[in-house]
Each structure stands twice: as structure tokens, then as C-alpha cells.
């Protein structure tokens, strides 16, 4: 049997200084690392003032990076290859998702997944096979890694926020219309926002845009 990696990472308490009434976990892209995206809690921080942030390293180091880490590696975009890739590290995710829960005392619905690239790619990927339906997901500038087994592999439907840039030269804009067009159509609650002139990044639309929809699924 195939021991399933243990994800740690670094993590933002609350700005309160209670205890966590809810949960932001961070997934970061190819070849960063859990680092990255802790640095998006201070902006979060103040309008979420109970919530403690995660942000894990992926499981996987990734070559020719010292200090990057992969979701899975991205050898290849094909079809198929994104498919397999994405459930290479689902059951980690998992696995961490329910260790945060169970430490803390909260329920699915008091956890948002926010992902960036590969990141957004697990999180749309491992929030929708959860039995008890997550409070939200946000991914920035990513995909569905497997749209064509979504329809049979969802069992929740969180609501969902995707955000682009429609200058992004490493997943071109099109993903997220192809993402939302494919979420709305199994009923999915998907809002959308595309930022001019952006590459593959976060702007301050974006970080405000997440905001607001933090608040309203986790408050």
C-alpha cells in the first residue's frame, strides 16, 4: 500500500488572536512553494479577522528548482496527462484538509480552498469529490485539470470564484471560460472576473474580488 505524503507548510493565525473559526487553505503553483501564496493572508487578514490561512508545500520537489515543489509534474498539458497528473496528489490534500478540520473543530463549511495554477487545478479538482461541500473555492489564473469526469466525479458543489488574466501567456485566458462554461453547465454557482492586462499573476482586482467572496462564504 502506497503511504500518502504528509503536506506541512507555513501558516498565518488569526488576526484576532482567537481561535480559528475558519479555514483558508492556500494551494500554490508549479514550482513555488507554500511561501508564495502566505503572503496573500495580509491582505485577507482584516476582513477576515477569525480565520487562520494554510498554505502547504505540494508533496512533490520539483526539478531544477531548490525550493520548488509540484502538485505533479508538468511534463506535459495534454489532456490525458493533466487527468492523471491532477489525482497524483488528491489524496494528500485530503488527507491534509481532514487532519485541519479534525485539529481545529470545523466543518467543511468553514473552509475556503484558494488556489493559484497548478494550485487551482487540485482545488477544483479535490473540492467537488468531498463528501460534505466545502464553503468556497477560489482559483486564480488555472484550470479543470479533467472536465470530461467531473459530471460523474462530483458529489458537492461549492461555490466557486475563478479570476484570469486575459495577458497570461502560461494558461492563456480560455481556461477560465472553458472552466466556468463547464461548471455552470453541472449547475455549479461559478462568478468569473477577468483583469485586463494581466499575466500569469494576482492582481488587486483579484485580491479584492477574493475577498469579498471569503466574507460572504466564510462570515
Known amino acids: 500500500m502506497t503511504q500518502i505524503p504528509t503536506l506541512d507548510g507555513p501558516s498565518a493565525a488569526p488576526a484576532s488572536g482567537g481561535p480559528a473559526k475558519s479555514l483558508v487553505i492556500f494551494l500554490h503553483g508549479y514550482g513555488s512553494n507554500g511561501a508564495d501564496l ?7 487578514a ?35 496527462a493533466r487527468a492523471a497528473g491532477v489525482r497524483v496528489s488528491a489524496p494528500a490534500l485530503d488527507a491534509y484538509i481532514d487532519a485541519q478540520l479534525t485539529a481545529h473543530g470545523l466543518g467543511e463549511d468553514k473552509l475556503a480552498l484558494v488556489g493559484f495554477s497548478q494550485g487551482t487545478m487540485m482545488a477544483l479538482h479535490v473540492g467537488p469529490r468531498r463528501a460534505r461541500t466545502l464553503a468556497g473555492i477560489i482559483g486564480f489564473s488555472g484550470m479543470l485539470a479533467d472536465p470530461d469526469a467531473l459530471a460523474d466525479e462530483a458529489v458537492t458543489k461549492p461555490p466557486i470564484l475563478l479570476v484570469h488574466g486575459d495577458r497570461d501567456g502560461v494558461l492563456p485566458v480560455e481556461a477560465l471560460h472553458q472552466a466556468e462554461n463547464e461548471l455552470k453547465g453541472l449547475d455549479f454557482d461559478v462568478a ?20 469579498r467572496f471569503l466574507i460572504k462564504h466564510l462570515a
Open 38 to 44: 502566505i503572503d496573500l493572508a495580509p491582505y485577507w
Open 46 to 80: 482584516s476582513a477576515l479577522p477569525d480565520t487562520l490561512f494554510l498554505s502547504p508545500d505540494a508533496p512533490q520537489p520539483c526539478d531544477g528548482l531548490p525550493y520548488g515543489r509540484q502538485w505533479w509534474p508538468l511534463t506535459s498539458l495534454a489532456p490525458a
Open 192 to 211: 468569473s472576473h477577468v483583469s485586463s492586462g494581466l499575466g500569469h499573476s494576482i492582481d488587486e482586482a483579484g485580491l479584492q474580488l477574493g475577498a
